[in-house]
């Protein structure tokens, strides 16, 4: 989720001309209110304001699909006693979908975004273009290569992600780490569970993801593994193990917490592949 939200941030609301201030931080999103969906919980998002952005991804479009998010927005404000902004993100074939509900004196507006409108196989050339120029990529370029599994292309939705995470490597270390881990982490929130992990197995294996992690070790080593690049590595598998199965039993997170950089290593790669917490817990 922090990785997600540093990803984001203004660029996300600048490449889609919303009106919002900055993502400053993730929330909690297991609402004890809500029935939390397995593998694609709601994203929860402090603004620079004091607001609350409530983010969805959607590949479908149902008529009590707007009552959802409604009940999710309601939770929301109650939970943490503010306002909150309802964005759908709609995938690939969706030109329409509902975006108001009730009305006297309840009414609930969403802002939708059909980003499946977009033309995923244009944007890649653009990137590619860029690259072939030298030029840099910009912040909203940043953008469209998270979010372009989710645009309009005639390619396998695996190919495009993978085809889009080798145009990030191009960025500085830490955005590539941001935007990688933003898209993979997304990953779980529109596609199929079977589908997401494939795309992680193909990019653990083309070591987009492994090779920041190696770099990671390596700074810490040459700190003599200082505490904070420990908090770090702690956080980051803990990130991955809610992004892909939600809460985290108490048994592993204090196995978590006790680890040592090689062990925390391991379980990072371990949660990447894994087809349930029981397959990290019984390793």
Known sequence: MKRIAQALRGAFFQRFNLHLPEIVAALPTELPVLEVRAQRTDLLFLLADGTILHLEFQTTTKPEDIGRFASY???????????????????????????SLGGASLTFTAQNIYVGAQDGAATL?????????????????????????????????????????QIAQRLPSEARDETI???????????????????????VGMNLLDTLLEEREARGEARG????????????VRELLLLRFGPIPASLQERIDTADLATLTDLFARAAVAQSLTDIEQA
Request: net charge negative; glycine share 8%; no cysteine.
């Open 181 to 203: 881990g933003a898209m993979v982490g997304l990953a779980y929130h529109y596609m199929e569970e079977e589908i997401a992990n494939g795309i992680l197995e193909v990019l």
């Open 125 to 165: 050339q653009r990137l590619r273009d860029k690259e072939t120029r030298g030029e840099d990529l910009s912040v909203t370029d940043r953008v469209d290569i998270i979010l372009m599994p989710l645009m309009r292309n005639a390619e396998p939705v695996p190919a495009v992600a993978i085809a889009a995470a």
């Open 225 to 236: 593994l200082a505490e904070g690049e420990l908090k770090a590595r702690r956080a980051d």
């Open 73 to 99: 927005n309601l939770a929301a404000h109650l939970h943490f006693g503010r306002p909150v902004h309802t964005v759908v993100l709609y995938g690939p074939g969706i030109t329409a979908a509902p975006e």
